[in-house]
């Protein structure tokens, strides 16, 4: 996985765990990677993938199964889904719209880009 130097690490790696979910490579009530698994396959210290897997809980997205290991809450889905919405509305719409209106850009412009089959 490419990092990029704007967001944490491990939360770079929770976007992608919380992406799989919403796509249905991690479905709810099934176990995900282990975390020493996990940080070799994403190249990073198993500290790091631990600390995502605690953010990943403490949002209630995953859950530990002593013992057993860390598996996709039922609710996981909507949770996702939840706090994307609540990024992009806080952080990522704010700049879509800036961009748009320093390059003056219509909506009749972007309207193509919200067709169905795009």
Same mark, same amino acid.
């Given at each position: 996985?490419? +990092?990029? =130097? &704007? !967001? *944490?690490?491990?939360?770079?790696?929770? $976007? #992608?765990?919380?992406?799989?979910?919403?796509?249905?490579?991690?479905?709810?009530? /099934?176990?995900?990677? #282990?975390?020493? $698994?996990?940080?070799? /396959?994403?190249?990073? =210290?198993?500290? &790091?993938?631990?600390?995502?897997?605690? /953010?990943?809980?403490?949002? *209630?997205?995953? $859950? =530990? !199964?002593?013992?057993?290991? +860390?598996?996709? #809450? &039922?609710?996981?889905?909507?949770?996702?889904? $939840?706090?994307? %919405?609540?990024? +992009? +509305?806080?952080?990522? @719409?704010? @700049?879509?719209? %800036?961009? &748009?209106?320093? @390059? *003056?850009?219509?909506? /009749?412009?972007?309207?193509?880009?919200?067709?169905?089959?795009?």
């Amino acid at each position: 996985m490419e +990092f990029k =130097n &704007t !967001k *944490g690490i491990f939360l770079q790696i929770a $976007d #992608s765990i919380s992406e799989k979910v919403i796509g249905g490579q991690y479905p709810p009530g /099934e176990k995900i990677p #282990s975390v020493r $698994d996990l940080a070799t /396959e994403m190249g990073v =210290n198993p500290n &790091t993938v631990m600390r995502t897997y605690t /953010e990943l809980q403490v949002r *209630g997205i995953i $859950d =530990n !199964k002593r013992g057993i290991g +860390f598996y996709v #809450s &039922t609710e996981a889905v909507q949770i996702i889904r $939840d706090w994307k %919405r609540k990024e +992009f +509305f806080e952080i990522d @719409l704010p @700049l879509i719209v %800036r961009q &748009t209106r320093m @390059l *003056g850009i219509t909506f /009749e412009e972007l309207k193509p880009y919200f067709e169905p089959n795009n």
